[in-house]
Each structure stands twice: as C-alpha cells, then as structure tokens.
C-alpha cells in the first residue's frame, strides 16, 4: 500500500468510529477517499445542495449550522459530518471552515455498506446527530461543563520527545512522523534538581527542557533562515506554562487567551502526559474567543484591528446565548481586551523602536480583575524601570501610550473621562513614584487618594516587564493588611453608592434625561459590592483580583462566615448576568449597550430576585461599616 493510503488508514483508525473497524475495512476506505482542502471562511456545504460523501475532519476546525443560520456544532480533527444529508442527497446542515481545514470525503455508497454491515458504526452516526440535538436543546446549565471537563480528557497520546541537542531538521521530521504540531524538549544530561519538570518516557527519567511548536518552525527557524543543524535548544520556548491534568477545559482555555499560546503541555502531578493544543480545547469552547484572539495577534494595523469590533460583540452575544455565566464572560471578555491592547504596544514598537528602559503596561480595574463587559472605558498605566529618565525617554512612551490609547479607543474602549491612561504623565512613572503613590495612599488616605485606590488597587501586568508590577502587588498586600486607618477609610467610601432599595423593599429608581423609571446596575449594583470584597480581601493581605477569587481568600482566612460568602456569590453572579444580558439584548436590538435596566420590563420572579440581591448587598454594607468602623481622614496634600 502507498504511503499515502497508509497515513489516511493509520488517521482513520485512531477516531471513533473508524476505530472499531477491521483492518481490511480501513484498507478498502483509504483507498476510496478523496482529499479536500478548504481555506479558512470557506464554505464546505451549502443548505439544499447535492451531497454524496460522508465528509472526515483530518486537520482544522469546522463549524456546522442549522438552516435559519445558527450554530449547530463546531468540529474538529477525526469528526465526521454530512451524514444526515446522505440518505436524501441533499445538504441539511450547512457547513464551512473557520480554519484551513484538510478533509476526507468518504463515497455515500461506502458509507453506506459501513452501516449496513457494522452496527457500530451506524449507531454512532445515528446517535451522534441525537447527542448533539439533546446538548443544543439543553442549554441550562450547558457552559458549566467547561468548568467540569478535565484536561485529561483532552490527551489522546503520549508526548513525543527529543534530545536537547536535536537539530531542527531532526526535529521537524520527527514532528512529521508523529503528525504533531509540537515538541516536548528534553535533556537527558540534567540531574534532577527541578522535580516539577520530570518526564517519564520509555522507562528513563529525564527533565523537560521547552517546548518547540510548528509555529516556532515558521517565525524562529524559517524567517530566520537558520541553518539544518541549528540545535533545538536556540529556537524552543524554555520552561513553558503547564496544565495539571485535573484542571478543567475553562481553565485551559483562559490561560491561552490570557498569554496567547497555542500549546499547552499537561503534567499529571509533576509529570508531563501530553500536550493540548488549540483545537482540542474548539470542540468545547463553543464562543470562538480563541479564534478571535488568534485573528488580533495576525491583524497589522490600527484600522484592522478595529474591523474586530463587530465580532468582539457577536463574541459576547453567542457567549451570552449559550449562556455562559458571568465569570466565564468577563474572562474572556478581559482576555480578549488584553490581547487588543498586547498587539497595539507590539504595533507600537515597531514603530517607534524598541523601549529605551523596560516596563510594564498595567491594566487597572475591570481588566485586571477579569471582569470586563461590552461596555467599558480604557484604565491603564505605566510603571517604567527605575533607571527612567523623563527628559531622555519620556517622549517614547508618550508616543507610546498615544498610540495605544488611540488604538483602544478605536477598538470600543473609550477613553477614561478621569484621565486615568498611561497617556497621562502622572501614570506614567518610574517604579520608585509608584512604591511612592502606594505608600502614600494607605499611609495618609483622604478623598482623593481613595478614589485612586479603587481605580489603581486592582492592577495587573499587560505587556512587558511583569514583575514590575507584581512588586506592587506585594506591596499593596503587605502593607494595606496592616493599616487599619486606610481600611476603616476605604471601607466607608465603598459606602457611598447604596443599592437602589426604598422602604417596604421598593426600588429606588433614576432617570438620565431621556429614562425614567431606571436604575444603573453598574453604579449601585456590581460597583459597591465589588468595592466591599476589594476591603475584605485587602484585610486578608490577598493578591488576588478576580472578585470570586477574592472571596475564595476571604473563606480561607474565614474573615466572613461561609454563609455570607456564599450569599455574596450569589449575589454577583446575578447582578452580572443580569447585566451582561441585557448588554446582550442591546447589541442584538442594534441599541448602544449600557448598564442601565428598566425593572418593570422584568418578570415578577426576576423582580423579586433582584430586590433580593440588592438585600443582599445592603446587608453587607452594613457588616462593612461594623467590621471597619469610620476613622478621621487625612486632609488632601
């Protein structure tokens, strides 16, 4: 048999439900299969056209869609379709390609001789289009399994190795050999001084190196024009982000938005099971975020990445249709926000030319706190190595921070109307003012400095050098834990904005000129409470941003009963897809989206759970104000 035929029979025998086959069976399908390829946003199958083959997944991703248009399903490698248009003749589910995609085309008449004569296999094709239909019908509930899925379900073989001293030629043929995409790096030299980096392959220990992917082949090896025998070694990422094998899907997928990586080894313990790779994790994460990250780091200007918009809020409104909760969007939402602003400041050094110091680009509040929606404005700064000379190198990071905030701007992240940008000059420091405006904030708090804690105390690094602004958050965790007058007065500016509740638990409601009958969910919902778990957590000396992980470290040093946590839960997760939704249905009904909801157009049971969380939260204001009792403030410098 051809080596071809071999590839195709040996591809076929790994996916269900070819798997079950005999031998001679895959032989004869091999043998018969014709091979397509299709580039990404091509169509694969339009709806009533003529089908004759059962179509095979061999290498991409592919989206499958009822009549009316609506996402049915999302393929990936060693799935099948079309089978339900074969007996007819006619496309029921149209089909195209989100990458570019390599396809089998299986003749009908095989197809059918393979139900006919293996059980097993027309139970799989017949029961497949029912599982599908049950999980589209079955939405309740549907986005929680990326929380329960496990990466290890994802691993489907070992990972391949080789030598630290490998070539790159060896080495991409070794990744041919196997059909991967990536390589684990080893070096069978090392003692093992770093146990967390163990392998155990072909009953020897050795230690992992790196990584090396096909895409590092394409920019490291290929652009570079490096010779055959260069050592892997120059060319591999060192020490890549890792995956324990318990974690779930969602988090895998989180950590690729949020460092734009493609491949994930997955250690079981300390040691390395298999790699995942992007389109392991599509067939689950049915929100396309991953693509649309993908498509910003590939986009080459200002104006191309502000073609995006459009599907950065489709993002949101399917995320919101298959009803994905609130943690899972705002993640992904700050993931896609990150990504925006990482390939505007890498826009920007090719422009204006590598940074004269380092530094590194802070996201401030939502962001960082990985809860950002469809609405928000731009809060950033930057903190620059302390070796920053303002008459030497500022002029490159105004330039800098223009352009980016420019670019945000353009992209839907409006500009802060209280100046809070790097663009600012005042946020745009060495790290040694910034240690100063931190100490000086908690030392001597007044209206103004708190109004910064609440904007700058939850940050997080974007771009560049990350540890210049991790020693802020060590800073701010050391030293707020310990100063009682700044928490006692940050507590009570988290105070002033009191949920939208009358007597006899009537709602408080606003107009804004042209509503009436409105409250702002932002302002006097998920701000305030926001703002109390910020002081909780600051009292438990926690790094944490993410308000459910801050109350994750508010449990654990059981500052709060777990009743009260849970109930705080509750009430954030509520008032967030309250709010997500109904930025959702803004976007579908082609309204600019707000936070601004009318309760009379809510059902009676969603009114009353709103009061409820509102009760809530009025309920926790007043623990604040008696765990933090009110302390004179400092008049402003």
Request: proline fraction near 5%.
């Amino acid at each position: 048999m051809q080596i071809e035929l071999i590839e195709i029979r040996d591809h076929l025998s790994r996916f269900p439900p070819f798997d079950a086959l005999p031998e001679e069976t895959l032989d004869e399908i091999a043998q018969q299969v014709e091979v397509a390829y299709f580039k990404a946003g091509t169509d694969i199958l339009i709806y009533g056209a003529d089908i004759q083959d059962l179509h095979y997944v061999r290498s991409g991703a592919v989206e499958i869609y009822r009549r009316n248009g609506t996402l049915y399903n999302r393929l990936t490698e060693g799935d099948v379709f079309g089978q339900f248009g074969l007996r007819q003749h006619r496309v029921r589910y149209p089909a195209k390609a989100i990458e570019d995609s390599l396809l089998y085309f299986i003749p009908g008449a095989l197809f059918e001789q393979l139900c006919d004569a293996h059980d097993s296999f027309a139970d799989f094709v017949e029961a497949g289009g029912q599982s599908r239909l049950k999980s589209a019908v079955e939405t309740q509930g549907k986005a929680s399994e990326l929380m329960k899925i496990k990466v290890r379900k994802l691993i489907s073989r070992q990972p391949v190795t080789v030598a630290l001293g490998c070539s790159v030629q060896e080495a991409a043929r070794v990744m041919t050999e196997n059909s991967v995409s990536s390589l684990i790096i080893v070096d069978p030299q090392a003692n093992i001084a770093d146990p967390e980096r163990v392998l155990v392959a072909e009953q020897q220990t050795q230690v992992m190196a790196g990584i090396i992917t096909d895409r590092d082949f394409r920019t490291r090896v290929v652009a570079e024009g490096l010779a055959p025998d260069t050592p892997v070694s120059q060319v591999m990422s060192p020490n890549p982000i890792t995956m324990q094998a318990d974690d779930s899907v969602f988090e895998a997928m989180l950590c690729m938005l949020r460092q734009n990586i493609h491949h994930l080894p997955v250690l079981q313990r300390r040691r390395p099971i298999g790699v995942i790779n992007l389109s392991d994790i599509i067939k689950y994460e049915s929100q396309s975020s991953l693509y649309l990250v993908n498509n910003i780091f590939n986009k080459q200007s200002v104006a191309e990445l502000q073609a995006l918009l459009p599907d950065l809020r489709a993002t949101f409104v399917r995320m919101v249709s298959d009803e994905a909760n609130a943690h899972m969007i705002g993640s992904a939402m700050s993931g896609i926000g990150r990504s925006l602003t990482q390939r505007l400041l890498e826009l920007a050094e090719q422009q204006f030319g590598p940074p004269p110091v380092p530094y590194c680009f802070m996201a401030l509040g939502s962001m960082a706190r990985d809860e950002q929606l469809i609405v928000t404005d731009q809060d950033n700064a930057l903190v620059l190595d302390n070796s920053f000379d303002p008459r030497v190198h500022d002029e490159y990071f105004l330039q800098l921070a223009n352009f980016v905030s420019d670019g945000l701007a353009a992209c839907g992240y409006s500009y802060c109307k209280g100046g809070i940008m790097a663009s600012n000059p005042k946020w745009r420091q060495p790290l040694r003012v910034w240690r100063g405006y931190f100490n000086q904030w908690i030392e001597q708090p007044n209206p103004e400095t708190l109004l910064n804690s609440c904007i700058f105390f939850d940050l997080d690094s974007v771009y560049g050098e990350a540890e210049l602004a991790e020693s802020l958050k060590d800073l701010l965790a050391e030293k707020a834990s310990r100063s009682p007058l700044f928490l006692a007065s940050l507590a009570n500016n988290a105070l002033n904005r009191t949920p939208p509740l009358g007597f006899f638990r009537t709602f408080v409601m606003e107009t804004d000129g042209e509503q009436k009958n409105i409250i702002n969910l932002k302002g006097r919902g998920t701000a305030p409470l926001t703002d109390l778990i910020r002081v909780h957590a600051l009292a438990c000396g926690s790094k944490a941003q993410n308000s459910q992980e801050r109350l994750d470290a508010i449990a654990a040093t059981k500052l709060l009963p777990q009743e009260a946590i849970t109930r705080l839960r509750y009430t954030l997760e509520f008032l967030s897809i309250v709010r997500i939704r109904h930025q959702a249905m803004d976007v579908q009904e082609g309204r600019e989206p707000d936070n601004y909801i009318e309760p009379e157009k809510f059902s009676a049971t969603d009114r009353h759970n709103l009061k409820e969380a509102f009760q809530v939260l009025s309920n926790a204001q007043k623990f604040l104000r008696f765990r933090y009792p009110a302390q004179p403030l400092a008049r402003p410098l």
